[in-house]
């Protein structure tokens, strides 16, 4: 797995940061007062990794959870 998953990793973080930045300038913008997220557990703590402090303190819940896009077809 090696190489594989540290690429994967690496797309992965980029991902949330992406996502964190897209947050923070929702926060600005005054465009939610909370957030849940929901996301892949690793994924989740990335994200959580990535959020400023503030954006952070808006999370009034995670939830770690596997989605299967498949099951929606």
Do not use: K, Y
């Amino acid at each position: 797995m090696g190489a594989e998953g540290s690429a994967h990793d690496h797309v992965a973080l980029n991902f949330a940061r992406e996502i964190a930045a897209l947050l923070g300038t929702g926060r600005n913008d005054q465009r939610f007062g909370r957030l849940v997220l929901v996301a892949e557990p690793r994924f989740l703590g990335m994200l959580r990794g990535e959020l400023d402090h503030v954006t952070g303190s808006m999370v009034s819940a995670t939830v770690p959870r596997c989605v299967n896009l498949n099951a929606l077809e």
